[in-house]
């Protein structure tokens, strides 16, 4: 770069125009995004190139819980990052084994495997599944029943056991060993059960799939029926742990308790991680050789979960999340009752919420984005509403004020959009 080479893309680049020129020239096409680059971050508020601001409701899909730059998080990554960044998991890494005893204390869980993503966390759960029928049951079962819907990630396994046929077109043949039934049918899913049947993976709330909620009883019931089968129940929390739903994990909600859980997203505030947490029986899997990950709970992704589960646990997030998901809540079921023609339904736990449309989402979360608010569709007409979990009134009250000029808009303007 003739002399003047300059130390970060932001200084190099200019704008978000020159920023979506490069990324459509060099990165493989797998996103359709959103023409802005985001650059900074602070709590609830993000600055594109250009330096306009938003309001954040998508929170990295659901990973900063805590805000953008927690200063927590920001300076355990800071400490760890001047002293030790990566060793390998040939040895011990201290703030690997701090992170997994907290893990363990706050759940129902009493060992944890660390990876670097959520697809990653649920090839974990597979894996363990199948080897912990064959070689501590004994058995040869090896199938796992899955739900239509439902979303475990884009790596083959993972891929494999998400329910949507759209998404794993063009990938054939997928990983054999996988059935979906419909979520929340307890009928389908007990006569699905069979002799091959060895675990069943779900979510307990599904994200991606629109923000679907099983009835109350619908988990104990799955429960009930893995104890009867001898089935592990794998929750893949990827998405609703980590506070999301106003308690740390979603199954304390249902006072259900699977034998495995999946978490990502949330776990280290930002940074790339994924953990697979398990009973010590379902642990029994793995022997040492069996898995591994060479970036798996490595010193900077630990040491940024333990300063992000020390600020949940120590900073009322979960308190704030529970009342703050309830404004939100009670916001948008008055904006449904205003737009009856629009909105379809209202649901969700705690702040993940969705709003069904009647219409596609998508010219929605366009207009909201010209209006300086960042929100999110799924499953087509869903809007979803992930703000970081320290989410005020004040902020609720303006993206909803948004959000209601841009349906009313929509409303008038586009009568039927597609
Ligand atoms: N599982 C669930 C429930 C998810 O919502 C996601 C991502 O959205 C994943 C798994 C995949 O996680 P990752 O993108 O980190 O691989």
Redo the contacts with the bound molecule.
Sequence with gaps: MEGTLKSTAVEVLQGNKEVVALTDCYVMQTYARYPIALVRGEGCRLWDADGKVYLDFVAG??VCNLGHCHPRVVEAIRAQAGRLLHVSNLYHIPSQSLLARKIVELSFGDRVFFC???????EGAIKLARRYERFVRKGDRFEILTMWN??????LG?LSATGQEKLQKGFEPLVPGFRYVPFNDPEALEKAVDGRTCAILM?PI???GGVVLPSESYLRFVRKLCDERGLLLLF?????GMGRTGTLFAYEQYGVEPDVM?L??GLAGGV?I?ALVTTQEAAKGFVPGTHAATFGGNPLATAAGLAALDAILEEGILENCRQAGAYLRKGLDEVAGRHPDLIQEVRGRGLILGLELKVSGAPFVKACMESGLLINCTAERVLRFLPPLVVKREEIDEMLSILERVLSEGADNNRGMP
């Design positions: 899909l659901a670097n993503s959520g697809a990653e966390a649920n439902s979303f475990h990630g884009r790596t993972a979510e599904q994200g991606e893949d929390e990827v998405q609703v999946t990502a997203k790339p994924g």
